[in-house]
């Protein structure tokens, strides 16, 4: 591309006697400025498809997130009710199960946030702001469980 917008700038400008110069020396100036610029603004298809796979992939990145963590809050949301539920029934070793599943639903919500964060989803900040989030949990989880279980 470059090769032809040299070549077509090295050939000699057609006869212009008959016009006004104003008017020529406008045009010409306006096509040197177009030229000059032409090659940053052109993109070919290859270049056009490079530089939207990272956006594409950061969307699918998104979508994955977005539909793993709502499976996961769902999943999350019918677990606690459970383990609400049996705590009152005095099923401690059900309530247990329950708050285990809760923290296999976090463990999925990192994973997806892992992903999604090597797409470039999201910044890693934000996953490594899921991860320890996910980190509490579990040791809130786990002192629950320690400080419950029958003696």
């Known amino acids: 591309m470059n090769k032809l917008m040299v070549a077509r700038t090295t050939n000699a400008p057609p006869p212009t006697g008959a016009l006004n110069s104003q008017v020529v020396q406008a045009v010409t100036f306006t096509n040197a400025e177009t030229t000059d610029y032409a090659a940053s603004q052109i993109a070919i298809a290859p270049d056009m498809m490079i530089s939207q796979a990272a956006g594409l992939v950061a969307q699918s990145a998104a979508t994955y997130f977005d539909g793993v963590s709502k499976v996961a809050l769902a999943s999350q949301a019918v677990l606690l009710k459970q383990m609400t539920e049996n705590i009152a029934k005095q099923n401690i070793a059900g309530a247990a199960e329950d708050a285990l599943g809760a923290l296999v639903t976090d463990l999925l919500m990192g ?12 910044e890693g900040d934000a996953a490594s702001f899921a991860i320890d989030k996910i980190d509490q949990s579990i040791s809130k989880y786990s002192s629950l469980l320690t400080n419950t279980k029958p003696s």
């Open 111 to 122: 994973a997806a946030a892992v992903v999604a964060a090597a797409a470039g989803a999201i």
